[in-house]
């Protein structure tokens, strides 16, 4: 018996009912764990589809109940139904319903693709055909923690010191820097620890009645050279720092940039745009400020600390022991702090989002909430949520208050016991143990202040670094991404690009669970132009989508003049496209770079020639400076209608073969939507045109319509063919009849 | 436009001068009826139909041969205004009061309910963790123990002001705990350290 596809393997039991169940020898293809049980309840359940039945089997220990059992034959229809809270697979047998399986929506992609298996069994010669494709892992396998998404790295198993390798490999190129940078942080903690010793020598052998006076003004000149000395270092190395961290970020980011470039579309709807800034801008500024407090602050911290270590414990061991002791209780103490006040601070920030949220709704309707009256409501709820924040904000504010001195006072405590030892080790009370210097003693609290001073900034410091590694993984993450290839040497070029586009049995999906296109096939001639008309959400966009390659089919293929676009160089195929989006996008810069954005090198001719036909030189010329008016971000005020003529003269001089034209005339009046038929209708001539518009009227240039439902080609023709059809078409035009007839009356 | 205004306004246009007739003569485009309305309790029929579909009948009307019901405010009334809609989730209309559907048909409509939502109840939190963004939860449930994640406090927790608290896993599966404040005192200390 051989198991074809199966995510998790069943319990030998739940195996061995179904087994009883089927005939000798009878395969099971398929073995699928669920997690709700069809009396509602949470149970494991074990859906088994054999090549003649479907079983499903409750495991109840060593004894597995079989709660539904039907040959394949009798099974008309299976559905993934999607109901609230979770999923159904719901089995239409000899003419009656029910749930076979229940589960929670983790198990939708797979329920899915088990339904659209078993109705394309007679594909297959009746016997499902299960090809289960892996789902991204949620889930760390190793340590079973949420990974940030679907096949993410683990924030917690990430291997540390392989990123901080990959950060140090930035690093390589400037290596003179870093090396004299790390000369000078040794160099400024050997020489910050000499003071101290000093200030020994000048206690008991200048300070004292049998001292030599004449050694004061060296000592003295010494000291202060020695703190010139190590402020000059450390100037020097905190400026190299800076210099090396901001330019390795310059780097990565570069790096990361490129790659967001060349990411794939599949890959940019997962991630956000939100999210992509957030490494651009957050995750590249935390490495950062790791980078240049590490190199500038830690780094010879540390050195230095380790340092007076050695010195104190070489000065004297028993005094040093009592320096020592109250360290681990500090340390303890602050991550005990740092865990509680992390929690507080993040409710204060939950807190003050949830008040800036009342208030920008507020403000930002300011109108509705006065036109309704509603001040005292919307004050009374900011409000409450203000006092919320108020709260909090003392809860961690107290807490600060009253820890942190505590925390001090903890540390201090060490102060006390080396005042209070060394003290009677200077006035000789410990008989086991020489008399020392009051310099010596001097000299100890000395480099205790030191040693102390950064401890608890140390502390809080790993936190630091634990955040700026997992944002340097994030933004490895992003570079090591999928991207698309554009210059694959195997793919075909097309010097010549006649325009023929053809669609042979296409599938595709945004999600796996969720099937857009349903088999779609169309031929379409070079210079032909296509109006794609459908319900909203039916594919026509998604079918423009697949043309320019900017997600694979699932199945099926697309051929552009023959070939099979997955077989062409996407920045030849794009260079050969063009489209005129339903919300025209400006780049900042003026509206001659705009017409040129896809043809640098083009002349002033060709811009003007194509404003013409785009009917956009009048409005072009009536701004104060023509072509170098400034548009996109903040700059420039073009009406819906203006950027988009701007749009089409882009798309005019970019003289594409094959032509989208997504809702290009939707945002506009129907005066201006004149105008730009007119451009469109110029713009449109002789190139393969896919053109999308809700108002069919928009259309009624095209060679033909295709009308698209259910994720399928319904119906082809002309215009009189579909009316003469009465089909979808048909009713489509209908409601827009009655609905165009309305709006003229209100109008 | 009730009758009565329709009336007035054709008998408005008969004694108007030409140049107002030409105004008033303008066809009085209604706008078209809604599809769906509300039904009357009384005059609706549901029952199982034995091949697991739902069939509803307004009496002296129409017959739908397989329907799903479902609330109209799940979560404020949910024993009132419950809409019939069709499987592809087209509205066939609201019965305000499913309190006055007689005894088969009330049965009928729980039971499609039941159906359609999975909303467990929390009655109690066993274990709450927060890392690296996500929320772990174990918790009892009406519907037996469950363990989920939430991603992250403000994405799958939400609050509201009479102690309702919903929560939504990373698989937009969704939990209820009806009043947080009746919860026993350790869940509600778990709790609180993402309210």
Partial sequence: MCATASRKVPPDAVRATVEEKCAPGEPILLWQKTDIGTDGTF????????????????PDGEAPRVAVSMPLGSIRKVDAVSRIGYIALEVDSDGRRQDVVRATNSRAGALHQIARAMNERDKHGGSPEFTLEEEEEQFCPKCGRLLPEKGSFCPSCLKRTTVLVRVWRYMRPHWPKALVMTMLTSLAAVVAIAPPYLTKVLVDDVLTTQGRPALL???????????????VFRIIQARIAAWLGSRIMHDVRFDLYQSIQALTFRRFDRTQVGTLMSRLLNDTDRLNYMLIDLGGWLAPTV?????????????????????????PFFIMGMTW????????????????????????DSLTGLRVVKAFAQEPREISKFSERSYSVFRVATQQEQAFATYFPLLELLIMSGTFLVWYFGGRLVLGEVPWHGRITLGTLMAFLGYMGMFYGPLHWITMFSNHINQAITSAQRLFEIIDAEQEV??????????????????????FGYRKDKEVLKDVSLSVEPGEMIGLVGRSGVGKTTMTNLICRFYDVDEGAILVDGVDLRKISIAQLRKRIGIVPQESFLFSGTIAENISYASPDTTPEDIIRASIAANALGFILRQPDGYDT???????????????????????LHNPRILILDEATSSVDTETEDQIQTALRRLVKGRTT????HRLSTLKYSNRLVVLDDGKVAEMGTHDELIEKNGVYKRLVDMQSKLSAVTALDG | ??????????????????????????????????????LDAARLRLFWDGTGRLRATVEGDRSFLDVNVVRCFPQSIPDRFWALTDRSGRVIGVVTDPMNLDETSRTAAIAALARHYFLPVITAIRSLKEEFGAVYFEVETDRGPRAFVAKGVREGIQESEDGEVALADINESRYVIPDWRLLDAKSQKLLNRIL
Avoid: C
């Fill in chain 1, 690 to 693: 896919f053109a999308i518009a």
């Fill in chain 1, 486 to 507: 554009y210059d694959d040497p195997k793919a075909a070029k097309l010097p010549d690009l006649q325009g023929r586009v053809e669609f042979r049995g296409v599938r």
């Fill in chain 1, 303 to 327: 050195v230095q600390m380790l340092g007076i270590l050695i010195v104190l414990l070489t000065m004297d061991w028993f005094l040093a022991v009592f320096m020592l002791l109250p360290v």
């Fill in chain 2, 1 to 38: 436009m009730t009758e009565q205004t329709q009336a007035e306004a054709s008998t408005g246009a008969a004694s108007a001068t030409d140049g107002e007739r030409k105004l008033e003569a303008r066809p009085i485009q209604q706008p078209p009826e809604p599809d769906y309305d509300f």
């Fill in chain 1, 337 to 360: 702090f740092h865990t509680m006040i992390h929690r507080i601070f993040h409710r204060h920030w939950l807190r003050r989002d949830n008040m800036s949220d009342v208030a920008s």
């Fill in chain 1, 217 to 231: 003004l060296p000592l003295v000149l010494a000291l202060a050279g020695l703190q010139a000395v190590t402020t």
């Fill in chain 1, 630 to 652: 400034r548009v996109g971000g903040s700059a420039g005020r073009l009406s819906a209608g203006e950027k988009q003529r701007i749009a089409i003269a882009r798309a005019i």
């Fill in chain 1, 43 to 58: 149970r494991e359940q074990w859906l088994a589809i054999t090549s003649a039945h479907l079983v499903v089997v409750e």
